[in-house]
């Protein structure tokens, strides 16, 4: 019993970045209708650029390591939301009004460009993050070890899921955001500009993979050019099973992947584990395609 | 009409969806506080017009003006924050959100203004919405939908306002009173295009009206010789 609550509490921490990662699918899936293939990439160009930070600034000490998280955690939102607004400008925006295969063709070379950019700066071979940033603590809760960095990546995954949740449920340009997924045509009748709400999407999205680039970084210690192909695809899964589009569905999602995950390989094999979560994948697209969360409300005729 | 009287021109606009044209240079004016409607069968163009209005869709050749700036080269939400506002056809409410963020979508381009008295407005207007203020658009009946996209439409405090096809599928009661709310808000000042299949009560609603087939104009009068010009009757009244 122990160690199921053990492998629970490890299961959301899993969990909670694959579902900060899911969020940038499903963002920009829900105004734009297209899958952006290279957000696996943004998420492990946030893990380098925060891998380079948190090396310089924690260096010597200047900064304690609170200080020193938080200014890395900036650089690494800003540079990656930078990175994800020059991708759309580039990649996907002169295709707007194309095919919408050739939008995906796009999105597929985004990403490899990015993984080879990725690794012609920074090396094919794996990188340690500085492992003494955080002080290696572990309480004791209910019998449970929990270790502080553990406690640290869930806790920094869930603050940020529910500001953008609050951003998106109580803000104007929250508001217009989700008109445009529901009815573009419709919001720009509102006076929303269609374009800067994609342009938006396109920074918060790669905003948050990136910040779950950094939390991987500090939570595993090691970072590796092509890490954003298997956590892109478990985070894709992690959106189709919410409902791909759906903002709380995409949280839901990558929590209960993470669990799924975590219990495959205690209790079944950690070499299924991988395997397991894509049959979840190929379930919900047979079985359920608009995901686990109830369907939206249907307009009426 | 002269020029100074006029707060929208449309001027030969001609639109073509791949290659298969819409309209064939249309040319209508609307003077400001006026009530016009635009009549025609399926197809006929109405609301392909006020798409183009709108900046929804891009007329091929002509010109827009709205009190005299050429609008047909702005994007769709210049266009709102100029005054045009539309509550389009099937409604397009937002289903997956309240009636109350509809609201507050359609005073999108007010940015940092109240929209306090705009919504209690739209409220006094369409009561059923405030019962209904944090339920979902979609599950709201068809009139009840139709009241939202209207009232949506006048968040942003429009100068003209362009309704498509307000009267379908309700219920004749319904369109009565959706038709007197609809001059209630033209007397308060707003200038209305109304686009309608039911051409009797528009007809009776309306200043002027303009009649469309397949593209093209084919008639334009004041409302009341329109009633009783048995083309008209005839093509789109029924023998009632």
């Given at each position: 019993m122990a160690h199921f609550i053990e492998q629970i509490i490890y299961g959301l921490t899993v969990g909670s970045v694959y579902a900060l990662i899911a969020l940038g699918y499903t963002m920009v899936y829900g105004v734009m209708k297209l899958i952006n293939f290279a957000h696996g990439e943004l998420f492990t160009l946030g893990a380098f650029i925060g891998f380079v930070f948190l090396g310089t600034l924690s260096w010597g000490s200047y900064f304690g390591p609170a200080l020193a998280i938080g200014l890395t955690a900036i650089l690494v939102a800003g540079s990656t939301a930078l990175a994800g607004h020059f991708l759309e400008r580039v990649a996907y925006r002169p295709l707007r009004h194309s095919d919408r295969l050739a939008a995906v063709v796009s999105a597929l070379g985004a990403s490899i460009f990015l993984q080879n950019v990725i690794m012609v700066v920074w090396g094919a071979q794996y990188r340690a993050f500085n492992a003494s940033l955080l002080p290696t603590v572990v309480w004791r809760i209910f019998g449970q070890s929990v270790s502080l960095v553990r406690l640290f990546v869930f806790l920094t995954a869930v603050i940020i899921m529910l500001s953008l949740y609050l951003f998106i449920n109580r803000t104007r340009l929250g508001l217009a955001i989700r008109a445009a997924a529901i009815d573009q045509g419709a919001a720009r009748l509102m006076g929303v500009d269609v374009s800067r709400v994609i342009a938006l999407v396109f920074v918060i999205g790669p905003a948050l993979g990136g910040l779950a680039g950094l939390l991987v970084g500090i939570y595993y210690g090691q970072i590796n050019?092509?890490?954003?192909?298997m956590y892109g695809l478990k985070a894709f899964t992690a959106a189709v099973i919410g409902g791909i589009g759906n903002i709380p569905g995409a949280m839901l999602g990558g929590l209960l992947l993470g669990l799924l995950e975590t219990l495959a390989d205690a209790y079944v094999s950690g070499a299924w584990k991988d395997a397991l979560a894509f049959v979840a994948l190929i379930s919900i697209l047979i079985f359920r395609p608009t995901g686990?969360?109830?369907?939206?409300v249907a307009e009426k005729l | 009409m002269a020029e100074t009287e006029k707060l929208l021109e449309l001027k030969n606009l001609v639109v073509s969806y791949g290659g298969v044209e819409a309209l064939h240079g249309l040319s209508l004016a609307v003077a400001p506080g006026e009530l016009v409607t635009i009549l025609g069968a399926n197809g006929a163009g109405k609301s392909t017009t006020l798409m183009a209005i709108s900046g929804l869709v891009r007329p091929a050749q002509g010109e827009i003006y709205f009190q005299g700036q050429r609008i047909d080269v702005l994007p769709s939400h210049e266009v709102v924050r100029l005054g045009i506002t539309q509550a389009p056809e099937g409604r397009r409410?937002?289903?997956?959100?309240?009636v109350e963020e509809n609201l507050r979508l359609g005073g999108f381009?007010?940015?940092?203004?109240?929209?306090g008295p705009d919504l209690e407005r739209v409220y006094d207007l369409f009561p059923r919405l405030l019962e209904r203020?944090?339920?979902?658009?979609?599950?709201?009946?068809g009139g009840e939908q139709q009241m939202l996209a209207i009232g949506r439409a006048l968040m942003a405090r429009p100068k003209l306002l362009l309704l498509d096809e307000p009267s379908l599928g309700l219920a004749p009661l319904l369109v009565k009173s959706i038709f007197e709310t609809i001059k209630g808000i033209n007397e308060s000042g707003v200038t209305i295009i109304l686009v309608e299949q039911n051409a009797r009560a528009a007809l009776k609603l309306a200043d002027r009206g303009y009649v469309l087939d397949v593209g093209h104009l084919v008639l334009e009068d004041q409302a009341e010789r329109l009633l009783n010009n048995p083309q008209v009757r005839d093509a789109y009244l029924g023998t009632r």
């Open positions: 050019f092509n890490m954003g192909q686990i969360l109830p369907e939206r | 409410v937002f289903g997956p959100m309240t381009t007010r940015h940092g203004q109240d929209l203020q944090g339920q979902m658009a979609g599950t709201l009946s």
